[in-house]
């Protein structure tokens, strides 16, 4: 059971360049969602899926797209990179709403030149 | 709009000494959850406490104690006899219960705990 995975570690992207984070877990949870980290900004909610096929805009979408067309795989995508997403983001996911912690992969450091 | 507040940006400590770390939420909701996360310098996000808005009371696992209290608005997180390894960042954080919210966790900033040996 390896939990919630991501896929790469890092990365150096040059402005403009497009990418994609790839995020997947094995738990069968319904519920997935990404994250940004940024130093004294604490975490904040950039895409969530309740299910697979259904996907919402969190705090900060702008610049991301997701899909999300199996329960165990939500990538996010960079469309054109820009210095200002360069963050650390976590993936993470969970069996439902509300009541139920959250899961959270490894993270991915991603760096916007 | 929910919001999380965690006044103390880095908090340093020397081993053994007790430790709170605070976190003040706001909501408009009756029905909402209250977590604690801590990320070591490793970087990952530990779950370590959930809380519902019916439970008040407090809970004690080991050395980590909560106090949670709604007439404040507050969650508070103490370590007692901190330890090195206890050194990590900590987030509180806080989901609504409205199905129009959709689950989304609010963090606050963390606090920065330094403890030295």
């Known amino acids: 059971n390896a939990g919630v995975t991501q896929t790469p570690k890092f990365q150096v992207l040059k402005t403009g360049q497009s990418m994609t984070l790839q995020c997947a877990q094995d738990?069968?949870?319904?519920?997935m969602s990404w994250y940004r980290q940024d130093p004294g900004m604490g975490l904040r909610l950039i895409h969530y899926?309740?299910?697979?096929?259904?996907?919402d805009q969190g705090e900060v979408p702008n610049g991301y797209n997701v899909s999300r067309s199996t329960t165990e795989d939500f990538p996010l995508r960079l469309l054109s990179a820009a210095p200002s997403q360069t963050s650390v983001y976590f993936c993470?996911?969970?069996?439902?709403?509300?009541?139920?912690?959250?899961?959270f992969g490894p993270g991915t450091r991603l760096t916007v030149t | 709009a929910q919001k999380v507040t965690q006044a103390q940006t880095e908090i340093s400590v020397v081993e053994k000494e007790d430790v709170t770390l605070d976190c003040v939420y706001e909501t408009r909701d009756t029905t909402y959850y209250l977590f604690w996360y801590k990320q070591p310098p490793s970087g990952e996000l530990v779950f370590l406490i959930r809380?519902?808005?019916?439970?008040?009371q407090n809970e004690i696992s080991g050395r980590y104690s909560w106090n949670f209290q709604k007439s404040t608005s507050s969650f508070n997180f103490t370590i007692t006899a901190s330890q090195v390894v206890d050194s990590a960042v900590y987030f509180c954080a806080l989901s609504e219960a409205e199905e129009s919210s959709g689950d989304k966790l609010t963090f606050g900033t963390g606090t920065r705990l330094a403890v030295r040996p």
């Open positions: 993470a996911s969970s069996v439902g709403q509300g009541y139920h912690e959250q899961y």
């Open positions: 899926s309740v299910g697979a096929g259904i996907t």
């Open positions: 809380r519902n808005s019916f439970d008040e």
């Open positions: 738990m069968n949870h319904e519920y």
